[in-house]
Structure formats: C-alpha cells, structure tokens
C-alpha cells in the first residue's frame, strides 16, 4: 500500500496475555519508529530503528516490551504478559531517510485494550 | 533535558476567527521541527516540516513559522472541518527520534 499500514487495528486481550503489533512501513523508507498514545495524552516515545544501525530502544517501558524489525522493513512490537495499563493506540511511522530529515509518516494505529 | 511543549491546551475559535497555535521547544540539537494534524482515531497527518529559523511554509489555511525557541502555526479563516488536534515535535540531531508536546485540541463552530 502507500501508507504505512499497521495490523491488527484493534485487539482486546486478557490481562497476562502476549500481544504482537506489526507494522509494514512504507516501501524503502529505512526509518522506522514505534510510538503509544494514551486515552487523552501526547505520544511517547517507544523505539526508533535506522537501516542496519542498532535500534534506539531508550523508550521502552519494561522488559515486557520489545520490538524487532525484520529485512529492514516489516517490524512487530511484542508486549509480554500485558497488564492494564499498557492499554493505549500504538502507532508506528516510518521515513526515507534519518539524515537529514525525511518526512515522517503514521499508520493509523493498532487499539491495544486490555482486561 | 530536550523538551516540547504546546498552547494553548485547547482553542475555540468562531468559523472565519484566524488565531495561531504556539509550540516552544529546548533541545540540544534540533534536526526538524514538526507539525501534525491527528482526528479523533486516526494516527497523526503530516503537514509540514521546518528546518531552519526563518523558515516559513503554506498549506491551504495554515502557516508554519520557526524562530530558534518557538515555532507558530497559524490559522487563517478556519473552517468547521479544521478543527482537530494540533501535534509539535522535534527531532533531534543526536538522536533521530521525534519529541512530541502534548498538542493543541482545535475546535472551530460555525
């Protein structure tokens, strides 16, 4: 597609229960970020990969979160034993380039609700 | 610490009321400084992107300025179908990754 598309769109799990989020980035954009939104809050920073380079993984909130990004392109965000308060929108956004500045584009975001 | 922050929280603005958005920013090394457009349930839609202090770009009703601390989005005769949230972030040049403020809710009544 010409987005960047972001599966499942929503996904209800029961407290404790492993989740996957994936992201397939805009074709050739070696960028790519992964960022929460919470009910009525700004976004936060969770993950940053740039091409081959080490992923800048200074947002992530606990060892239950990890994310991987596969041939350069599709990523998935794994949450671990989910509790609560990991319920939020996460969106990923994915760009040409890291220097300099390409512009960064948004999915619309996976609706993560856990109970 | 590199930090971003937006206001006002919220604005009302009567349809053809042309009014400017403010997102104040202190980084270490600023790379772009960003502006978003997000409805209610939607990810984030790009607008603009601004470089360097002086800078200024268009688009329909709205106008992005940056000066070295600050950047302003104005909105020229908004309509109804303006309204939205507004999201600022920065990038950094050390790290890549985008700051967001905490956004500015638009609200425009006909």
């Known amino acids: 597609g010409a987005g960047v598309s972001q599966s499942p769109s929503n996904k209800v799990t029961e407290k404790g229960k492993d989740v996957e989020l994936r992201c397939d980035p805009i074709?050739?954009?070696?960028?790519l970020y992964w960022y929460r939104q919470s009910l009525g809050q700004g976004l936060e920073f969770l993950i940053y990969?740039?091409?081959?380079?080490?992923?800048?993984k200074s947002g992530l909130p606990s060892d239950r979160f990890s994310a991987e990004r596969t041939g350069g392109s599709v990523s998935t965000l794994t949450i671990q034993r989910t509790q609560q308060e990991d319920s939020a929108v996460y969106l990923c956004?994915?760009?040409?380039?890291?220097?300099?500045?390409?512009?960064?584009?948004f999915g619309e975001g996976s609706w993560l609700t856990v109970v | 610490e590199d930090q971003v922050t937006q206001s006002p929280e919220a604005l009302r603005l009567q349809e053809g009321e042309s009014s400017s958005l403010n997102c104040s920013y202190t980084v270490s090394g600023l790379r772009g400084l960003f502006w978003y457009r997000q409805d209610p349930g939607k990810g984030p839609e790009f607008l603009f992107t601004l470089y360097s202090a002086g800078e200024e770009k268009e688009k329909e009703r709205l106008k992005a300025t940056l000066t070295k601390k600050e950047s302003f989005l104005h909105i020229t005769a908004p309509k109804p179908e303006d309204s939205a949230t507004y999201l600022c972030?920065?990038?950094?040049?050390?790290?890549?990754?985008?700051?967001f403020g905490q956004g500015t809710t638009l609200q425009v009544k006909p």
């Open positions: 956004a994915s760009s040409s380039r890291g220097t300099p500045t390409g512009t960064i584009y």
């Open positions: 074709s050739g954009h070696t960028a």
């Open positions: 990969f740039q091409g081959n380079s080490a992923p800048d």
């Open positions: 972030a920065v990038q950094t040049s050390n790290t890549g990754k985008l700051i």
